[in-house]
Every structure is written in C-alpha cells, then in structure tokens.
C-alpha cells in the first residue's frame, strides 16, 4: 500500500503513512474485504478460473509492446511487486465476489419522491429575522494602551511582527544587447535567404474566376454560347440545372491544382471579361469567365533587402541566444561556479537588495525591482543556498539571466521601536473585538430569554445602529454559492436557528453580529416542480455509498471478524522502523 502511494505521492514515506491515519485506513478496508469475500462464499457466490484469468487478461500493466497480454510482462511485475500469483488470483476472486454483491445492492431502487419532497420543500423555505450590528468603532476604547501592553502585546504576537525570509539575489542577464554585434546578418546571408524564397519575391498575378463544370462537351458548349450572348454565368448555369461559383484572387498554381493544367493555362492567358472553354479539367467541363485581374509586381535583392534584414536578425539573435544559453548549461553542469561563468562569457554581475518574495527591498524603501529581477523571484526563492546557478528565462527568445543565490536572511523580528504604531493599532482592535464580543454576548442571552432584539440592543450600553431587517430562501443560497458568490455569516446563521432564538457571529471586517430568527415560511413545491426529481437524484448519489457501507457492516458483523491486537501491533512497529 506504502509503494502504491508512494508511486502517486512521491513524497509519502512510512511516518507520514502512519501519522495521517493510513495504517488503520489500510487494515479496515482489508478487513471488510475479506469479510465480502467470507460471507459471499457462506451464500453460495463462487468465482471460476476462467472468470479470474479474462480480469488477468484485460490488465493494462501485463501488455506488451504489441498491446497483448503477455505472461512474462505478468511475472516479471509481480516480482517487482513481491506479489506472487495465487496472491494476485486471491486478490481478483476477492474483488469480483465483492463487485457481485456490493453492486446490486447499492443499484437498488432510487430515493422515492416522498422522502425527496421534505428536503426539496427545505430548500425552498423563506426565513425571515432582524440583525443587530455592532461596529468595532463604536466601542473602541479612547485610552491608548501603556507601555507595558503594548510590549506584552508584541511579545505575545512575535510571529506577526516577524519580517519573512529575504534574500540577495546575484545575476547576470544576457541577451540582444550583449549579442548584437554578433548577429549582423552578412550580404551573403541576404543573398541566400533571397534565393532559398525566391517566390515570396516574384512578381505575382491573381485571378477571380467564375465557372461552371458541366458534364458534358456538349453542354459546356451550350453554356458558353449564353454568356457570350450576354447571360450571366448564374443565369447559364441555372438554366443548366447547374450552379456557377466564384473563386476569388487564386494564383495560376493554386487553381491548376484544383481545375486541373489545361484549364488554368486558358484561364490565365484570357483578358479580363473573356469567357473560355469547354475545357476538359479535374472534374468535368469547365466554363470560365475572368472576372478580376491583380498583379503584385517582384522586388529585387535591393527592394527586398529592408524585409529581409530584420527576419535574418532574429533567426539569428535566437540562434546566438540558444548557443549561449546552452554553452553557460553546459558550464554549470561541469561544475563551473557563478563567477567564472561569468567572466568567460563576459557578463556583468549584479546583486539584489536584500528582498521579500514578492520583490520588496527590506532597506530600500521605494525600491523597484526591474523587470529581469521580477522574473527571478519565484526560482530565487525556491533555490537553496548551495544550490548550483540557473539560467533563467526573462523575456523568452529575447533575454535570460544566469543566477544563484548570494545570501539567505532568516524571518527576522522586527524591532518594536519600528512596528509600535502596528501593536497599538493591532491591540486597539483586538480590545474592541472583546468588548464587542461581551456586549453581543449579552444582547443573544437576552433575546433568547424573550427579550426583543431592538430593546435588547438599546440595553447594550452603547448607542448601537438600528435593527435590520432580513430574508433568505435557502435555495438562493445554495445557488450563489455554486456561483462562487459569498454568503454573510449573518444570513448564515438564520438557517442554524429556532424562530424567536439568536447567534453571535462576526463579519469580514471584524465586526459583530446579533442575528435572530423571527419567521419561517415553508417551502412552495408548486412553484419549483421540478426541484423534487433533482433533490431525489442528490440523495441517491449520498444514498447508494451509505448502503454498501451499511452491507459491508452487516457482513462484517455476521461472519464474525476477529483481531490480533499483537500481530496488528507488529506490522505497525515494522513499518516505522526504517530498513
């Protein structure tokens, strides 16, 4: 089980196995297997040979290359797995008896609509209460805390006053600018590049042709004839039972592919508005009518060079880049250090501030990082201190940067001379959540003892915003939570309580809230008819594993399963103990 999880979770050893609850996990889904298996046999369910090789058989891991099921690929896994093969027949026996029995029984007849009108009905009730508000600022003491508090208060929150690991980075950035001199396309790579594209640069003329395929000869001829007199191509063709298409700017190449040499030969050798053919083409007789002329004249080596230039100079910016980013690769993996990587390639050595995760400079206040910097921050602060440098990519294709760290500085507690207006302000707040958290205390005893939540509030001893209303149907708010949309706690808390009884709950912004339940109104199925068919399949979906548990228990308990403690101890303690 360890090796199985330890192929999905590398990072899984025995402790954390052991620690996360694994053992007893493991030990229990074994033992209800076996007591499948066990009472399966007591009711007569038997599993042949044959029924247990076709599982053998259609195993994905006991394929070979070929996709067949091959006995030596069988054998030589399980040996990896020390699992021998009345072991794995077992195991498969096992399974197949639990399968027959576990499901029919969890396939048995859906939740009726009678036990899903109730929860259906639920979802569509209206709750109605009051919430009272009371705001940290209302009850914020006036009195700064001493001394003495405020040294207390930090101490007893270091953590919160502790600045994070910050780190100097070291780099050195490589890219067009180190590079530019070296990648000035020659005459000769323009010339080359002229010749290897030689069609991209020649003078090049398009045609919009209509045409029509006929049959026949004979009927291409009539066609013809009709648009020489004077029809147009759609009214020939229609009158053919045929119908005329227009394509658009093809070159001679593009169209004799498609119509076929000979058509194309005529078609580009007519005048604009000629009409030719019959031609024998790719798919019949072709009619054709020249309906546009374009030409796009060559350019020279000259008139080209401007276009050339700049697509040589990245071809060969990114070829010189890969080059060097690959020849510095190759020096960190012989084990050269930063430093001397550096002054082979002649790069120049820069250094952070000491920085934050997130870029912030610790001592430089308004420090910006630049751009090749903000791109080195997640592997900087990923990397260990004696980790070998990386190359790092800043822009892709454009510029990199050869980094390591220089220097780790541990979470840091930061001076109270420096965080002191934090602490008071931390304090402050944290007086006033207690104090709030009395007075709400106070205000749900007396709503629960049947005091109104109005009167209650004006009690409070504190001058306290009027009570708002409130009103929620549990559906809407099933719904805004599929949708992501936040629910206030105390909207919340009115599905948690009996009508006339309240809760204390606190919002996002630290404040507190008295919420009351006044009203309920019961859900109206008419006007959601279809929400019972859609509550019915949510139950069965929770109804159909809690019935195989329930069976696996029944089973478990009838064949009468015992334990070792002793032996079940041992296998424990030889898992923790390392090898």
């Known amino acids: 089980q360890i090796d199985g999880l330890r192929r999905e979770r590398p990072e899984i050893d025995a402790q954390s196995f052991l620690a996360s609850g694994g053992f007893e996990q493991v030990l229990s889904g074994m033992i209800n297997a076996r007591a499948m298996e066990a009472w399966g046999k007591e009711q007569g369910f038997a599993i042949s040979k044959r029924m247990v090789d076709a599982e053998i058989a259609g195993m994905q891991g006991f394929r070979n290359v070929a996709g067949q099921f091959d006995e030596n690929v ?63 600022a209302l009850v914020a003491s006036k009195t700064p805390p001493s001394d003495a508090d405020v040294a207390a208060a930090y101490k007893a929150n270091i953590a919160t006053y502790t600045r994070p690991e910050a780190r100097i980075l070291r780099y050195a950035a490589f890219g067009e600018a180190q590079l530019a001199d070296k990648t000035k396309p020659t005459e000769q790579d323009i010339a080359t590049y002229y010749r290897e594209n030689a069609d991209s640069f020649a003078a090049r003329e398009t045609r919009t042709i209509a045409q029509i395929i006929a049959p026949t000869q004979q009927a291409g001829q009539t066609i013809a004839a009709a648009v020489k007199g ?33 058509a194309a030969d005529q078609a580009f050798a007519a005048a604009k508005g000629a009409v030719v053919g019959p031609i024998k083409g790719a798919f019949g007789w072709y009619v054709l009518k020249v309906e546009g002329v374009a030409g796009k004249p060559g350019k020279t080596l000259d008139q080209a ?17 890969s080059d060097l980013a690959g020849k510095i690769e190759d020096a960190i993996a012989d084990g050269s250090s930063f430093a001397e990587i550096a002054a082979a390639n002649k790069l120049t050595i820069k250094e952070t501030p000491a920085l934050l995760s997130n870029g912030t400079a610790i001592d430089q206040p308004g420090w910006k990082a630049p751009p090749e910097v903000s791109a080195l921050l997640k592997t900087g602060f990923e990397a260990a201190a004696d980790d070998r440098p990386t ?14 760290v220089a220097k780790i500085i541990p979470p840091t507690p930061l001076p109270l001379a420096q965080v002191r207006e934090a602490v008071v302000r931390d304090l402050l707040v944290k007086r006033a959540q207690q104090r709030a958290k009395a007075i709400g205390d106070k205000i749900v005893a007396a709503v629960n003892a049947g005091t109104p939540l109005g009167k209650a509030m004006a009690d409070g001893g504190v001058a306290l915003p009027p009570v708002q209303p409130s009103r929620a149907r549990q559906l809407d708010i099933i719904r805004a939570q599929q949708a992501g949309q936040p629910i206030p706690e105390p909207l919340r808390a009115m599905f948690a309580l009996q009508p ?18 006044n009203k309920v109104e019961r859900g109206d199925l008419s006007q959601a008819a279809a929400l019972v068919g859609v509550t019915q399949q949510e139950l069965t979906r929770s109804y159909t594993p809690e019935l195989g548990d329930q069976l696996i228990r029944a089973a478990r308990d009838e064949v009468d399963v015992k334990r070792y403690p002793d032996a079940i101890a041992a296998t424990k303690r030889q898992i923790a103990t390392p090898q």
């Open 391 to 404: 190359v790092e990519t800043v822009i892709r294709d454009q510029s990199y940067a050869l980094m390591n």
């Open 305 to 321: 060079r401007a276009e050339i230039l700049p697509v040589l100079q990245r071809q060969k910016m990114q070829e010189a880049l």
């Open 500 to 517: 006339g009884k309240a809760r204390l709950v606190t919002g996002d912004q630290g404040a507190y809230f008295v919420t009351v339940l």
């Open 74 to 136: 069988m054998r030589t896994v399980l040996a990896q797995a020390r699992i021998s093969e009345k072991e794995l027949r077992a195991d498969i026996a096992g399974e197949i008896i639990r399968n027959q029995i576990l499901t029919p029984a969890a396939a048995l007849a859906p939740v009726p609509s009678k036990m899903a009108r109730p929860y259906a009905a639920l979802l569509m009730e209206v709750r109605e209460g009051s919430v009272g508000i009371i705001p940290l």
């Open 230 to 262: 004077g029809a147009t191509m759609a009214t020939a063709a229609a009158k053919a039972g045929l119908e005329a298409s227009t394509i658009a700017e093809q070159q001679k190449k593009d169209y004799t592919e498609s119509a076929g040499a000979a």
